[in-house]
């Protein structure tokens, strides 16, 4: 895909999470709109897995840390063909398997994730095992901002460094929103960048919302030999539907009939945008 066929991507996924969220009555609407072009650039673009051999030992592997953001994984999922897209509709109903975090009953879904801070520690055992095989695969994990909170975080952060893990990548959602309120109030990150050097990660920042910046980076990887990457995606919580735009309370929360419209008019007006620019190319 061009650059601008996954930003018409990223807008399918919006509007298809949305959907999601609406529909189960439950969802985290703000980190799922937020991280919906990393997410896509990864499924469509870096990652080398295939929905026909879900189980493949060469495929890369992806852990969604920040689980509760999970409406956006299913959509692309089911849009991969890993999962039939009737599915969705039964987001969060009783005896569903498609629930308000990662499920790996689901293929395609690695890890089971919840408990915020999780994410990297498995990612670093799965960098080893890969490493130890001698894998060309790699492990992606992406993590919220609120998460680096957690001690294991850290923990993980350090092993990581110690076992030259070059094929390990942590992205971080860098929306600056958590539940209770922004990243800085509750725990302040700053420096966050000179904090995850220190601890001997290769480092790079970028505009999380910026599909080309996000593909360049992935393209760009392992940044340098024996170190594991992390990318400080800065994006925007809530992005593309403005009532919702760097607004804490939708950290979680679901959309009334009206809302939904609207955003699902914004989106639209933004997907016409994009098939006139890919038109015009």
């Known amino acids: 895909m061009t650059v601008r066929e996954l930003e018409l991507k990223a807008n399918e996924i919006r509007q298809a999470l949305l959907q999601i ?42 852990i969604l840390s920040k689980g509760h953001c999970v409406e956006g994984y299913l959509a692309i999922l089911a849009d991969k ?32 994730t919840g408990a915020l801070g999780h994410g990297l520690p498995v990612g670093v055992g799965m960098a080893i095992g890969l490493k130890m095989d001698a894998s060309p695969a790699r492990v992606f994990v992406l993590m919220g901002d609120g998460e680096q909170e957690e001690g294991s975080v850290w923990e993980a952060a350090m092993a990581g460094s110690h076992y030259k893990l070059d094929n390990l990548v942590a992205i971080i959602d860098r929306n600056h929103l958590q ?74 929360g679901v959309p009334d009939q009206v809302l939904l419209d609207s955003a699902i008019r914004q989106l639209r007006e933004q997907e016409n945008c994009l098939r006139q620019a890919i038109t015009n190319e």
């Open 21 to 62: 969220i609406f529909e189960g009555k439950t969802g985290h609407t703000g980190g799922d709109l937020s991280s919906a072009d990393i997410m896509t650039a990864l499924y469509y673009h870096t990652l080398h897995i295939d929905a026909h051999n879900p189980e493949d030992p060469l495929r890369d592997r992806f």
């Open 81 to 112: 063909g890993f999962i039939d897209k009737e599915e969705l509709h039964t987001f969060s109903r009783f005896k569903s398997r498609l629930i308000g975090h990662p499920n790996n009953e689901l293929p395609g879904m690695e890890v089971n």
């Open 179 to 252: 539940i209770s309120g922004t990243t800085e109030e509750v725990i302040g990150l700053e420096p966050f960048a000179d904090r995850w050097r220190d601890f001997g990660w290769s480092v790079r920042e970028i505009d999380g919302n910026d599909m080309q910046q996000v593909v360049s980076t992935f393209d760009s990887l392992p940044f340098e030999k024996d170190m594991p990457s992390l990318i400080i995606a800065n994006t925007i919580k809530g992005k593309g539907v403005k009532e919702m735009e760097n607004v804490a309370k939708w950290h979680h």
